[in-house]
């Protein structure tokens, strides 16, 4: 089950700063009277009224005070936008004090492993499911692989040291991953870089890193890659990853743990 906390601190943020620019956006309507406006129709035409509730009385306002109707109503509707946002705001906080919703895969994780062997758990924990990832994605699946020179700290042996550098990023930061696994896209069969796994929302992604793209023929061969797996579902940025590089700007490790930290933790 994946923690929305992140996102939802994040959205507390993003409301907390309008709510301070509601609070100073309203500091400009202080000289306004305490009413409001009531609107009607008549014969087509819009007619305002001033309401004053304190004093219970109710009075036109001609088309030559637009400005101060303006204002009063402009007033009133970000009132009601300040309102609605320290509402969202307090419930969002006191939500957050209570959401945890890792606790209930800990519930079986805590558990004694006398117990654990004699129950079934209701969610599967993370740790199960990075085991059941793993058979169900096996690397090393290309046919036709040239050999390998690079060793990974995994152990595997890569064919360039911009796949090597990929490989250890994901292993550093904990990022389930296969090399080279088997992929049906249509009719044909591919064997992208790296198949990896986002835990926290249990998402598979596939990795291919595009190689010297100031190579036109290579970058041509690489941009027909990658229609094939949009054609087949497979979108950059939801299903798919990619790195590139070039002669004069070779892969770097920072980019590589940015593309990580976006989409795989």
């Given at each position: 089950m994946e923690n929305l906390n992140e996102k939802l601190e994040e959205q507390l943020k993003e409301i907390s700063a309008l709510v301070k620019k509601s609070n100073k956006s309203l500091l400009k309507f202080a000289d306004l009277p305490k009413g409001h406006i009531h609107v009607s129709k008549s014969n087509g035409v819009?007619?305002?009224?001033?309401?004053?509730?304190?004093?219970?009385?109710?009075?036109?306002?001609?088309?030559?005070?637009?400005?101060?109707?303006?204002?009063?109503?402009?007033?009133?509707?970000?009132?009601?936008?300040?309102?609605?946002?320290?509402?969202?705001?307090?419930?969002?906080?006191r939500f957050l004090k209570g959401y945890d919703v890792d606790s209930i895969e800990r519930i079986f994780v805590d558990m004694n492993s006398g117990r654990k062997i004699l129950v079934t758990p209701f969610i599967e924990t993370s740790e199960n499911y990075i085991q059941s990832w793993y058979e169900e994605n096996p690397g090393m699946q290309n046919p036709f692989p040239d050999d390998g020179v690079f060793l990974t700290n995994r152990g595997e042996l890569v064919r360039s040291k911009s796949e090597k550098i990929i490989a250890d990023a994901l292993d550093k930061y904990?990022?389930?991953?296969?090399?080279?696994?088997?992929?049906?896209l249509g009719h044909s069969t591919v064997y992208p870089d790296f198949i990896t796994l986002n835990v926290r929302k249990r998402q598979t992604m596939y990795w291919e890193h595009l190689g010297?793209?100031?190579?036109?023929?290579?970058?041509s061969k690489n941009f027909m890659k990658i229609q094939q797996y949009e054609k087949n579902g497979y979108m950059v940025g939801r299903d798919l990853i990619c790195t590139m590089e070039s002669v004069d700007m070779p892969l770097e490790v920072k980019n590589v743990e940015q593309k990580i930290k976006e989409f795989l933790l």
């Amino acid at each position: 089950m994946e923690n929305l906390n992140e996102k939802l601190e994040e959205q507390l943020k993003e409301i907390s700063a309008l709510v301070k620019k509601s609070n100073k956006s309203l500091l400009k309507f202080a000289d306004l009277p305490k009413g409001h406006i009531h609107v009607s129709k008549s014969n087509g035409v819009f007619q305002y009224y001033y309401v004053d509730r304190t004093l219970n009385t109710k009075k036109y306002i001609s088309g030559k005070e637009i400005k101060l109707i303006k204002r009063i109503m402009q007033r009133d509707y970000e009132l009601a936008i300040n309102k609605r946002l320290k509402d969202m705001q307090n419930k969002l906080q006191r939500f957050l004090k209570g959401y945890d919703v890792d606790s209930i895969e800990r519930i079986f994780v805590d558990m004694n492993s006398g117990r654990k062997i004699l129950v079934t758990p209701f969610i599967e924990t993370s740790e199960n499911y990075i085991q059941s990832w793993y058979e169900e994605n096996p690397g090393m699946q290309n046919p036709f692989p040239d050999d390998g020179v690079f060793l990974t700290n995994r152990g595997e042996l890569v064919r360039s040291k911009s796949e090597k550098i990929i490989a250890d990023a994901l292993d550093k930061y904990n990022v389930p991953y296969q090399y080279e696994p088997m992929l049906e896209l249509g009719h044909s069969t591919v064997y992208p870089d790296f198949i990896t796994l986002n835990v926290r929302k249990r998402q598979t992604m596939y990795w291919e890193h595009l190689g010297i793209v100031s190579d036109l023929e290579y970058a041509s061969k690489n941009f027909m890659k990658i229609q094939q797996y949009e054609k087949n579902g497979y979108m950059v940025g939801r299903d798919l990853i990619c790195t590139m590089e070039s002669v004069d700007m070779p892969l770097e490790v920072k980019n590589v743990e940015q593309k990580i930290k976006e989409f795989l933790l």
